[in-house]
C-alpha cells in the first residue's frame, strides 16, 4: 500500500463540543487561536476542508503564519460537486485549489477546471455516487502533488470521515468558554449512528494540553493510535503545543 501524508485535526469548539451554533455561527476564535490555526497552516503543506465549510463561510484558506514549507494547497472535499466558481476560494487569488469529489458529472468537472483548480475522481466502492475514497484521495495528494502533511480544518462531517476510514494521526482542539447547545460538533455524523461505545471510537492519547494566552480557552492534542496506514512522515510537523510561537506571531496579527 502506497503511503499517505500526516493528517492532523484541528478545530475549535464550544464546551460542548459544537464547532458551529444552529444557525452555523462559527466565529469561536480568539486572536490567539486564529494565530495558532496560522502557523499550523504553516507547517503542513496542505489544509483540507469540507464542501460545507466553503459553502457557509466562503474562506480564502491562504493565511499562514511562519510558513516552514513553500508547498501549500488547498483542498476541498466536496462529494457531489456543489461547488461554484463565484466562491472567493476560485476568484481570490491564492495557493493551487485541489477538488476532491466522488461525482462524474463532467460539466460540473470541466466548470471547477476552468477555474484554475485541480479536480481528483475518487469514489468509495461501497457508496459509488457521493463518498470520496479518503484513503485513495490521501495517497493521490501524496504521489501527484508530493503533499507530506494535510490540516483539516473541518467540518464535522469531514472530520467523522477521515476518523471512520481511520486515516487521522493528530487530533488538535481548542476549547472556548460558550455552549450552543445544538449544531454542528466536532465529529458529526449527520443521520448516522457515529461510533456507538468504546471500543468503537478511535484511540486517543493526550500528548500535551496548554491554557491559551488569553486565558479563557484550553488547547488540547490527542495522537490517533489506531490507523489503517501509516503517514509518509515518522514525526508530525509540529511536535508541541505552541504559545511561545503564538505570543510572537499574535503581536504582528491584525485581528
Ligand atoms: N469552529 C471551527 O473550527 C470550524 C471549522 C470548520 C468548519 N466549521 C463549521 O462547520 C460547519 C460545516 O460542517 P459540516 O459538518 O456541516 O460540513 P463539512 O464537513 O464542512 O462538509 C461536509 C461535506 O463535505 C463533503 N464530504 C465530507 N466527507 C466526505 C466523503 N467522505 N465523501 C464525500 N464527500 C465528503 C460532503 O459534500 P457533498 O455533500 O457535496 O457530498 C459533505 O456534505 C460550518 O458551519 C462551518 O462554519 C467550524
Avoid: W
Wanted: with cysteine; aromatic share 6%.
Amino acid at each position: 500500500m502506497s503511503p499517505r501524508p500526516y493528517v492532523t485535526i484541528f478545530s475549535t469548539m464550544t464546551i460542548d463540543g459544537r464547532i458551529a451554533s444552529s444557525t452555523r455561527f462559527s466565529e469561536l476564535s480568539c486572536p490567539y487561536d486564529l494565530a495558532r490555526l496560522r502557523l499550523l497552516r504553516g507547517a503542513h503543506e496542505a489544509v483540507m476542508v469540507g464542501a460545507n465549510t466553503v459553502l457557509i463561510d466562503n474562506p480564502t484558506l491562504r493565511k499562514r503564519l511562519e510558513p516552514r514549507t513553500n508547498k501549500y494547497y488547498r483542498v476541498v472535499v466536496d462529494g457531489r460537486l456543489r461547488l461554484t466558481p463565484g466562491l472567493r476560494i476560485f476568484r481570490e487569488p491564492g495557493p493551487k485549489v485541489i477538488v476532491v469529489t466522488a461525482s462524474d458529472d463532467e460539466e460540473k468537472i470541466a466548470m471547477i477546471r476552468k477555474t484554475g483548480a485541480d479536480v481528483i475522481v475518487s469514489r468509495e466502492p461501497s457508496d459509488p455516487r457521493s463518498e470520496v475514497n479518503l484513503r485513495e484521495a490521501l495517497q493521490i495528494l501524496y504521489e501527484q502533488y508530493g503533499i507530506q502533511s494535510v490540516l483539516v480544518e473541518g467540518g464535522g462531517s469531514l472530520n467523522y470521515s477521515l476518523l471512520r476510514r481511520r486515516v487521522v494521526d493528530e487530533l488538535r482542539a481548542t476549547i472556548t468558554p460558550y455552549i450552543f447547545g445544538a449544531g454542528v460538533s466536532i465529529v458529526n455524523d449527520y443521520g448516522g449512528t457515529g461510533f456507538r461505545n468504546r471500543n468503537e471510537s478511535p484511540k486517543l492519547v493526550l500528548k500535551c494540553t496548554e491554557l491559551c494566552p488569553c486565558g479563557q480557552c484550553v488547547h488540547i492534542v490527542y495522537s490517533v493510535l489506531d490507523k489503517c496506514c501509516e503517514p509518509v512522515l515518522r514525526e508530525p510537523p509540529i511536535q508541541t503545543c505552541l504559545s511561545k510561537e503564538i505570543e510572537r506571531a499574535v503581536k504582528g496579527l491584525s485581528v
